[in-house]
Structures are given as structure tokens and as C-alpha cells.
């Protein structure tokens, strides 16, 4: 495929997921802000907490599922039945026992009974959504990304049609939790049908055990990469109490959002980077590496210094002054925003070096547990938002340590635009409290510094190779 086709390619794709990936994120971020309004904020705590717990365990019913699902039906040359009805098959066991397990260690959490009850109701609503994601993996892995991205979006519209009845019904987070489970299993129910018209189950007990074995290089990665980040709402609730919980989710929620994109572009990169491995093309890596790191570089300081200067008129303007606790929260949260987009643990990957990777992640679990244990204690949530950028930064520092170390990774030119990225933030940072912006109405302060940060970018950092590339990927002729 030419070069510029193959840009092109990943950009539509790209712009596919991310609408989509958008749509959802945007859908569930308005839930969550009529949720945190509705509820008061204890319930809104312990709801916070219920999902936060589920969440918790019925990530580990993919255990690198979905992944290694995506990489043999590009890879391996087994019957595409047998890949899927494997990878579905293994997902349906460790979901009945993940959700056992679960619902065993409730005994010894000591939370409330109402608290107990919305985690088991919410344990059953976060296995249909790891279904969901694995009956979309097939169509992801074939590169054809509109169906999975038009269904989900419906799927979180209706989602949020369910919470505004719920709310103009006066019903309570249980009623919340109810109308979730039976959204969810009725797209699992569609998508089963859908898939299986497609494929016939085809259950061998040796490819089976293959599919199993293929999955333990990606095991360690996806358990160790989800649970740092799902495990410090936990961690508050056992340690500063339900309540905070909720203050703690309305600050991270943003980080969470914004981390669609990182997300997103390994599920559209991957097959890519698998190809250029098996046509051992390395200029691909690097390519990908540099030029992705560098938009991604812009974005992620932007948002930096846009969620440090207004914190506070985002966190009262969207959640209100009962979550004024979350301000702080979010600014120190703020910095871990160029740390999440990493694209050196995509290329690692790519590189099929699940190991390394693996090796990275558990460092960074041990870190982020430690940190979360001794800071959360110290600082209360406050502690908890430490702790989420000390593990982006462990991950950052290794994941780029080994490219450059072992891979021949050139840094050298993002290590500059990083530099640079980071003195237009402290340049625009002062400026905006030396002529006191912050008098200035919110909005018209807003504008000001952005089109001062974008501005000082294009002139500074943006080349003509930079926009020869975005010509090639929107395929904009000179004439």
C-alpha cells in the first residue's frame, strides 16, 4: 500500500474511532454530571464506589482477550470461527468466575449494604460491556471500524435517555443500575446474533488451548495497564471513606475522557504496526513514533495548561459548588495529561515485545499501590491524583528508555518539541497571572490564551514537513 494511502487510511479511521469514542465519552461525562447533581453526595460516593469496584474486577475478565483476538485473525491462519468462538468462550469463564470472586471479597470491605448491593447489580452490567467489546474486536481487527462505532454510540444515547427517565421519574441509583443492565444486555443479545450469523461457533478443544497460550504475552499488559488507574477510587473508599470517592471521580473523570485518544489510536495503529513488524519495515515505527508523538505533544500541553488555569470554572460551571473539593484535585491531575499520551508503549507493542512492556507495567502497579497506600493517607484524594501522574510518569520514562536504549529510537526531535511545548505553557501560565487574565470573564480568558498557545505553536514549532504530512493524510494537492 503507498505510503500516503496508508496515512490517509489510519486517519479516517482515526477520525471514525474518535467520534465515535467522543460521542460515548461526551455521552457518559453528561450522565455523570446529571448523576453527581441528582444524587447528593454521599450516594453519589456510593455509587461512585459500587462502579469503581465492579469496574475493578470485570476488567480482568480480558486478560489481553480482545487484543490477541485482533492480532490472530492478522496474523495466524487458523479458521477465523475458531478465533472468535475461543476468544468468546474464554471471556464467558473468567467473567462467571471474576464476578464470583467479586462478589466473595464484598465480605470483607466493610461497606454499606446499599453499597454491596449496586456493586453486584453493576459487577453484571460491566461483564455484558466486555462481551460488547469483544463481539466489536472482530470487525476492529479487519479494519472496519464504522458498524462497531455506530452501534456504541447508540448504545450511550440510549444510556443516557434511560438516566433522564430514571431522574424525571424520581427514582433512586438503584433504579440507575437497573436501567443500565437492561441496555446493555439487550445490545449483547443484538450483537451476539449479529457475529453469529457471521460465524458459526466453532469450539475445538486445540485451538482452544492455542488461543490460550497466545494470550499470556498480552495478559500481563492488559491487567497491569487497567488496574493502576481502576484501583484508586477503591483505594479511597477503603481508606478516606465513600464520599470522597465521588469528589475524586468528578476530577478524573476529564483525564479519563481525554484518554480516549491514546486509546484509540493503538485499536487503529495496531494491525498497522503488525504489518510493518511482519514486513519487518522498522522505518514505520519511527515515522509513526515521531510524527504522532509530535500532534499528540501539542494537544496534550494545550489541555495541561487550559485544566490549570480553569479548574476552578470548569469543576463549579459542570459539577457545581458541592464538588468544590475537586478543584485541586483536577489541577494536580492535569499533569499527568502529557504523560498519558505515550506513544512509545504503542510502538512497544507493535514491536511485539509484550514482555518488556509487561515488565514496565508491573513496576509502575507496584508504584502506583505504594503511592496510593502512603499518599492517600497523608493528602486524602488529593494523595490519589499524585499518585495517577507518578505512574504516567514511570511509564513514560521507561517505556522511552527502552526504545532508545534497545530499539535505536531517535528522541532527539521530540525531545526539543517537548521542551519547547513545556516553556510555551510556563510563557503563557505567567502572562496569564502577571496582566491578571483571571479578571477577565472566563470565556474571553479562555479564548485569549488559547490563541495565544496555538499561535506561538504554529510559528515556533510547525515546519513545512509537518504540513507536507497533514497534506498526504487529508490528501490536499499543491497546485
Keep these: 500500500m503507498h505510503e500516503a494511502s496508508s496515512k490517509t487510511i489510519i486517519f479516517f479511521n482515526f477520525i471514525i474511532v474518535n467520534a465515535a469514542s467522543f460521542v460515548e465519552k461526551i ?3 453528561i450522565a455523570n454530571i446529571i448523576i453527581a447533581r441528582y444524587l447528593s453526595v454521599e450516594h453519589f460516593g456510593e455509587y461512585s464506589t459500587a462502579l469503581a469496584y465492579a469496574t475493578l474486577f470485570t476488567l480482568l475478565t480480558d486478560v489481553g482477550i480482545n487484543t490477541t483476538l485482533v492480532r490472530a485473525l492478522n496474523l ?5 470461527e475458531s478465533h472468535f468462538t475461543s476468544a468468546f468462550s474464554l471471556k464467558l469463564i473468567l467473567s462467571i468466575v471474576m464476578y464470583s470472586l467479586m462478589a466473595l471479597t464484598l465480605l470483607f470491605t466493610g461497606y454499606n449494604h446499599n453499597v454491596i448491593n449496586l456493586t453486584l447489580i453493576l459487577g453484571v452490567v460491566r461483564v455484558g460491556n466486555e462481551l460488547i467489546r469483544t463481539f466489536y474486536a472482530v470487525d476492529e481487527a479487519r479494519q472496519k471500524f464504522l458498524f462497531p462505532s455506530v452501534i456504541n454510540s447508540l448504545y450511550v444515547k440510549l444510556f443516557l435517555l ?44 486445540k485451538h482452544f488451548i492455542n488461543f490460550c497460550r497466545s ?49 484509540n489510536l493503538y485499536r487503529i495503529i495496531a494491525p498497522v504496526l503488525y504489518t510493518g513488524m511482519k514486513n519487518n519495515d522498522r522505518n514505520k515505527f519511527q515515522f509513526a513514533f515521531t510524527t504522532l508523538s509530535k500532534f499528540f505533544n501539542i494537544l496534550s500541553f494545550y489541555l495541561l495548561l487550559v485544566f490549570l488555569l480553569f479548574a476552578k470554572e470548569i469543576i463549579l460551571v459542570v459539577f457545581g459548588q458541592k464538588y468544590f473539593n475537586s478543584i485541586e484535585a483536577l489541577k494536580i491531575l492535569s499533569f499527568s495529561i502529557p504523560l498519558l499520551f505515550n506513544m512509545a508503549t504503542i510502538i512497544i507493542v507493535g514491536l511485539d515485545k509484550q514482555k518488556i512492556l509487561s515488565k514496565i507495567l508491573l513496576i509502575s502497579s507496584i508504584v502506583n499501590v505504594v503511592c496510593n497506600i502512603v499518599l492517600i493517607k497523608i493528602f486524602d484524594i488529593y494523595g490519589a491524583a499524585i499518585t495517577v501522574v507518578l505512574t504516567y510518569g514511570v511509564i513514560y520514562a521507561m517505556s522511552h528508555f527502552y526504545l532508545y536504549k534497545n530499539e535505536n529510537m531517535h528522541f532527539y526531535e521530540i ?56 497534506k498526504e493524510i487529508l490528501k490536499i494537492e499543491n497546485n
Design 27 to 29: 455521552t457518559f461525562f
Design 76 to 80: 495466524e491462519s487458523d479458521p477465523q
Design 162 to 205: 434511560g438516566t433522564i427517565a430514571v431522574i424525571v421519574y424520581r427514582g433512586d441509583y438503584y433504579d440507575l443500575c437497573i436501567v443500565r443492565l437492561v441496555i446493555v444486555y439487550i445490545f449483547v443479545a443484538y450483537l451476539a446474533v449479529y457475529v453469529f450469523r457471521k460465524f458459526k461457533f466453532r469450539f475445538t478443544r
Design 215 to 263: 494470550i499470556i504475552p498480552f495478559t500481563a499488559i492488559t491487567i497491569l495497564w487497567n488496574l493502576p488507574f481502576r484501583t484508586n477510587a477503591t483505594f479511597i473508599s477503603l481508606l478516606s471513606g465513600t464520599k470522597e470517592v465521588g469528589i475524586f471521580t468528578n476530577s478524573i473523570l476529564f483525564i479519563d475522557t481525554i484518554s480516549i485518544l491514546q486509546n
Design 415 to 470: 525531545v526539543k518539541f517537548i521542551v519547547f511545548l513545556a516553556g510555551i505553557d510556563v510563557v503563557s501560565y505567567s502572562i496569564y497571572h502577571i496582566i491578571e487574565l483571571d479578571a477577565i470573564t472566563g470565556y474571553y480568558s479562555f479564548f485569549i490564551v488559547s490563541f495565544f498557545y496555538m499561535m506561538t505553536v504554529m510559528v515556533v514549532l510547525i515546519r513545512k514537513d509537518d504540513i507536507r504530512i497533514i
